[in-house]
C-alpha cells in the first residue's frame, strides 16, 4: 500500500497566505495535485459476477438434469429440442438476475458520489465562499468549527481549541487535539473549536484515499423488510418442495400404472429424467426467487425518486421505515421555516458604530453583532448568501442594511478567542482587545442572559416580540479583569426579535402528516412562547402540551414516556432533551423520524428509527448519523419521503400477490391434473416461460407503480406487521381456485374451443397467461381502488403489451420449443375475453372486502 503525501507547509503557505487561493492557480493545483474524490476500489469482473448466479443450487440440480436429457437425447436420437429450449430459458433467467443485480449497484454508486457535493467553507481570494467537497483543491483555505466533516488531507493554520475525531484512521476514541502544523485528516470530524486549515492531499492521494484503493468493502445488510421476505420464502419454498415431491410420486405411479416405466430401459430412464425435471422445475416456478429481486428493484426505484425529491437515502432500511413512521420530531429553523433569518425588531433604533472604545448600548450591541459570531456573508447570483449559522447572519444582513461593514469591523477588532455556541450554555461569547482593556461580549437567550447580568432587564418586550413569533437574542459585556473571563457580572445592552418565517406550504405539509397517522412534533431551542407561535403557524398545536426541555428532563423515565405522548412542542430543548424525547416516545411503540442539523443531534438521529440530517445546514456529524439527508432542509421533503417509502412497501406486496397467485395455481395444477386423468397442464419449457414473467417482467411491471394520494389518508404501517396481509391471502386463494378450477375444465372439456388435445392444450396455456396479465391488473388496484390507469404506471402497459406479443410468436411460431401448435383468431379472441372473468372475481372480492369492513365488521 503506498504512503499518503501531504504537500509541504510552508510551499502552501507561501501560495495561501490569509487570503486563501488566489481564483488564478485553482486549475493550476488541480492538475498538479488532482481532485478531490476517491475512485471506487476494483470491483469484481463482470464475467465472474453472471458467473456466481450457478451458484444457486437449483440451478445447479436444473443444469444437471438437463445434461442427463441431453445424453438419453442423444442416445434415442430425438427430444434435444427440449433440452436446448431449458439450457436458453436457464441462461435467460441468469442473465436477468445478473443485468438487474449490476443495475442495482450502479444505482448506490451514483447515491454516494452525492457525498462529494456537501458544500465546504473556504477562503478565496480574500472572500469566504461555499464550495462543493469535490472542487476543494490543495492549497485551498479551509474553514473549520466544531461539526464539520474534514473534507481534505491538510495542515492546521490557526486554531482555536480545535480538535478532531480521527477513531476512523487510529482507533482511539478521544478526539485529537490540534495545533499550527499539525495534520488533519480527510473523513475526520472536527468534534470541538474551530480553525484553519490548508488542503495538503486530496482524493486518492489523501489517507482516505489510499486505504480505500487497498480495500473493496461490502457493506450489504439485510433490512426488516428482506428478513419478513426471506421468512416468506422460506415457508413458499417449503410448499414448492413439497409439491415437486409430490408430482414426482404421482408421475412415477402414474407411469408405472400406465406401462411407460418397466425396467432400466432407455424409454423408462427417460421418463423417470422427464419426471425429476418437472418436479425440479415445479420447485424452480414455486421458490420465489423473484422476491429479493422485487425488493431491490423497487428500492432502486424509490431512491431515485427520492433523490429527484430531494431525498439523498444513505442506509435502505430508510426506504421502508420512513413509510411506517408515526411521529416526526422536527426542528424548527431551515426545515419548517425557510433558513432566511431577518431582524425585524431591536431595542436600538439602528446599528451604530465607532472605531472607539463604544460608549452606547447600540455600538456594544453593534460590535457584539459583528465579531461576536463565526459567520459570512457570500454574494453569489446578486443573492446574499449566508455560510453558517443563520442567526449569526441575520445580524450581519442587519448591519449590512445599515451601511456597516462586518468584515471591516472585526478586522479593526483584535479577537483573542471564542468560546463557540453551546446548546446547554445557550450562548456565545468573544474575547477582544480595545485600547488596551480586554472585553467580554456575549449573545444568546435573553433569559440566560438576564441571569447573568449585574441588573436584571426587563423581559416583558421580549416576551411579546416572542410571542409574535420572533427569535429573541439579547446582548451583554464586560470589562475582563484580573483575567476573569467567566460569563457572570454582565451589563445588558439590548436585544433584537429575528423572524425566520414559515416555508412555502408548510402547513399543508403538515397536516398531509396528520391526515396520515403521523403526529408532527417540534423540538426547538426557541423559548416557549416563539415555539407557541410558530408551531401554531405551522399547525402543529393539536391540543396537546408545550414543555420545555428542562421540564421534560427533570421527570422520571415512566413519566416522561407518559409527557412525550401529549406533547406537541419541546422548547429551549438541549440535544440531550431530543434524545430522551425520541427514546420515551419509542417505549410508546411510536416508529419515530427525527430531524437534525447540528454534532450534538447526532445522538437522537442514529437512535432514532429514522434519521433525517440537513443537507444544507447540517454539519458533517449530523449527515454520518442520519439515514437520510434532506438536500433542501424543508419539511415538505419529509412528506414526500413518507409517501414514497410507503409505496415501496405497496408494491412490493403488490408483486407478492401476484407471485403467490400464480405459484399456487401452477403447483396445485401440475399436481391434480395426472390425479384426475388428464394431460399435463404444462411442458417444462412453459414452467419456465411462467416463471419468468412471476420473478422478472412482473417486478419491472408492478414495481413501477407511481405513488398515488390515498396512501397519505392511511395510517402507518406498523414494524411487526405481515408482508401478506388477510385479505391478500384471501386473494391468493379466491383468485388461484377460480384459475385451478378454470384450468382443468379446460383441459377436461376443452370448452374454450380446440379439437385436438394438442389445440386443446395449447388454448389452455394460451388463457392462463392471459388470466396472469389480467390479475397484473388486479394487482395494481391493491387497496381496492384503482390508481391513474394509464399515467400511473406506463411501465406496466410496456411490458404487458411485451408478454402478450411474446405469447402469440410462442404459440404461433415456437411450436417445436413449447409443445404448442397456431390457434385461430377466434380462439385467441375467445382465450383472451373468457380470461378477463378473473377481473370480474377480483372486483366482486374486494367489493366483498370492503362491504364487510364497513358494514359487517364488528365496530
Not at 432407455?266 to 419426471?275: A, K, Q, R, W, Y
Not at 420530531?329 to 425588531?345: A, F, S, Y
Not at 374454450?752 to 392471459?770: D, K, M, N
Request: net charge negative; proline share 4%; aromatic share 6%.
Amino acid at each position: 500500500m503506498r504512503t499518503p503525501v501531504l504537500a509541504p507547509y510552508d510551499d502552501l503557505i507561501s501560495i495561501t497566505g490569509d487570503q486563501g487561493l488566489p481564483l488564478s492557480r485553482i486549475e493550476e493545483m488541480r492538475r498538479k495535485y488532482g481532485v478531490n474524490t476517491i475512485t471506487p476500489p476494483p470491483r469484481e469482473p463482470l464475467w465472474r459476477q453472471y458467473l456466481r448466479k450457478y451458484d444457486d443450487p437449483i440451478i445447479k440440480i436444473l443444469l444437471f438434469a438437463v445434461a442427463l436429457s441431453a445424453l438419453v437425447s442423444i442416445i434415442r436420437g430425438e427430444g434435444l429440442l427440449d433440452t436446448i429450449g431449458i439450457v436458453i430459458a436457464v441462461l435467460l433467467s441468469t442473465l436477468i438476475a445478473f443485468l438487474n443485480e449490476y443495475r442495482s449497484s450502479k444505482e448506490f454508486e451514483l447515491l454516494n458520489a452525492h457525498r462529494d457535493d456537501l458544500a465546504i467553507k473556504v477562503v478565496r481570494d480574500g472572500h469566504p465562499v461555499s464550495v462543493p467537497s469535490r472542487e476543494i483543491v490543495v492549497g485551498d483555505l479551509v474553514l473549520l468549527e466544531a461539526g464539520d466533516g474534514i473534507p481534505a488531507d491538510g495542515w492546521v493554520v490557526s486554531t482555536d481549541d480545535l480538535a478532531s475525531d480521527e477513531s476512523a484512521f487510529t482507533g482511539e476514541t478521544e478526539p485529537v487535539a490540534k495545533g499550527v502544523k499539525d495534520r488533519l485528516l480527510k473523513g475526520a470530524l472536527v468534534t470541538a473549536g474551530k480553525g484553519r486549515m490548508i488542503a495538503g492531499a486530496v482524493g486518492d492521494s489523501a489517507e482516505m484515499g489510499v486505504i480505500a484503493a487497498s480495500l473493496g468493502i461490502d457493506h450489504a445488510t439485510l433490512t426488516p423488510l428482506e428478513q419478513k421476505l426471506e421468512a416468506l420464502a422460506r415457508i413458499i419454498s417449503s410448499f414448492g418442495y413439497s409439491m415437486a415431491v409430490l408430482v414426482f410420486c404421482t408421475l412415477l405411479v402414474r407411469g408405472i400404472i400406465l406401462g411407460e416405466i418397466t425396467g432400466l430401459t432407455i424409454t423408462s430412464v427417460d421418463v423417470i429424467l422427464h419426471d425429476v425435471m418437472l418436479a425440479v422445475v415445479i420447485v424452480v416456478a414455486a421458490v420465489p426467487e423473484g422476491l429479493p429481486m422485487s425488493v431491490a428493484l423497487s428500492l432502486s426505484l424509490a431512491m431515485r425518486k427520492m433523490a429527484k425529491a430531494n431525498c439523498l437515502v444513505r442506509r435502505l432500511i430508510a426506504c421502508e421505515t420512513i413509510g411506517s413512521a408515526t411521529t416526526i420530531c422536527t426542528d424548527k429553523t431551515g426545515t419548517l421555516t425557510m433558513n432566511q433569518m431577518v431582524v425585524i425588531e431591536a431595542s436600538i433604533n439602528r446599528p451604530v458604530h465607532t472605531r472607539r472604545l463604544p460608549e452606547t448600548r447600540a455600538e456594544w450591541i453593534t460590535l457584539n453583532a459583528a465579531v461576536n459570531g463565526t459567520a459570512h456573508l457570500e454574494e453569489r447570483d446578486d443573492r446574499v448568501i449566508v455560510i453558517g449559522n443563520s442567526t449569526e447572519g441575520a445580524l450581519l444582513r442587519w448591519l449590512r442594511e445599515h451601511g456597516l461593514d462586518y468584515l471591516q469591523i472585526r478586522r479593526e477588532t483584535d479577537i483573542i478567542r471564542q468560546h463557540l455556541f453551546d446548546g446547554r450554555r445557550k450562548r456565545m461569547s468573544t474575547v477582544i482587545s480595545r485600547d488596551g482593556r480586554s472585553w467580554l461580549l456575549v449573545k444568546g437567550a435573553p433569559e440566560i442572559l438576564a441571569s447573568l447580568c449585574i441588573q436584571s432587564p426587563d423581559l416583558d418586550e421580549v416576551h411579546a416580540l416572542a410571542s409574535r413569533a420572533m427569535r429573541t437574542l439579547a446582548f451583554a459585556h464586560k470589562e475582563i479583569i484580573d483575567g476573569d473571563e467567566t460569563e457572570t457580572g454582565l451589563t445588558w445592552d439590548g436585544y433584537v426579535g429575528i423572524r425566520d418565517h414559515l416555508r412555502d406550504k408548510i402547513a399543508e405539509s403538515v397536516a398531509t402528516c396528520q391526515r396520515a397517522g403521523i403526529r408532527v412534533r417540534m423540538v426547538t431551542g426557541d423559548n416557549a412562547e416563539t415555539a407557541r407561535a410558530i408551531a401554531a403557524e405551522a399547525g402543529i398545536m393539536q391540543g396537546g402540551t408545550v414543555m420545555t426541555g428542562e421540564a421534560f428532563r427533570s421527570l422520571t423515565p415512566a413519566e416522561q414516556v407518559g409527557a412525550a405522548e401529549e406533547l406537541d412542542v419541546m422548547a429551549r430543548a438541549e440535544p440531550l432533551d431530543k434524545l430522551l424525547l425520541v427514546s420515551a416516545l419509542q417505549k410508546t411503540g411510536a416508529v419515530v423520524a427525527v430531524t437534525g442539523d447540528g454534532t450534538n443531534d447526532a445522538p437522537a438521529l442514529k437512535h432514532a428509527d429514522v434519521g433525517l440530517a440537513m443537507g444544507i445546514a447540517g454539519t458533517e456529524v449530523a449527515r454520518e448519523a442520519s439515514d437520510i439527508i434532506l438536500l433542501d432542509d424543508s419539511f415538505a421533503t419529509i412528506t414526500s419521503a413518507v409517501w414514497w417509502g410507503r409505496s415501496l412497501y405497496e408494491n412490493i406486496q403488490r408483486f407478492v400477490l401476484f407471485q403467490l397467485t400464480l405459484n399456487f395455481s401452477a403447483c396445485i395444477l401440475i399436481f391434480i391434473a395426472p390425479l384426475l386423468g388428464l394431460p399435463e397442464p404444462f411442458t417444462i419449457i412453459q414452467v419456465l416461460w411462467i416463471n419468468l414473467i412471476m420473478d422478472t417482467l412482473a417486478a419491472f411491471a408492478l414495481c413501477s407503480e407511481a405513488p398515488h394520494p390515498e396512501l397519505m389518508n392511511n395510517q402507518p404501517i406498523s414494524h411487526d406487521a405481515p408482508i401478506v396481509t388477510p385479505f391478500m391471502w384471501l386473494s391468493i386463494a379466491v383468485t388461484g381456485l377460480f384459475l385451478i378450477a378454470g384450468g382443468l375444465l379446460q383441459l377436461a372439456t376443452g370448452f374454450l374451443g380446440g379439437s385436438t388435445p394438442a389445440e386443446i392444450g395449447t388454448v389452455f396455456f394460451a388463457a392462463y397467461i392471459f388470466a396472469a396479465v389480467w390479475n397484473g391488473i388486479n394487482c395494481r388496484a391493491f387497496d381496492g381502488k384503482m390508481p391513474p390507469f394509464f399515467r400511473g404506471n406506463p411501465t406496466f402497459f410496456a411490458v404487458t403489451i411485451f408478454i402478450v406479443a411474446v405469447q402469440v410468436l410462442i404459440v404461433q411460431y415456437g411450436g417445436a420449443f413449447f409443445a404448442t401448435v397456431p390457434l385461430s383468431l377466434e380462439l385467441w379472441v375467445r382465450a383472451g375475453v373468457v380470461s378477463a372473468s378473473v377481473l370480474v372475481v377480483s372486483l366482486l372480492l374486494r367489493l366483498g372486502y370492503r362491504v364487510h369492513n364497513v358494514y359487517l365488521s364488528p365496530k
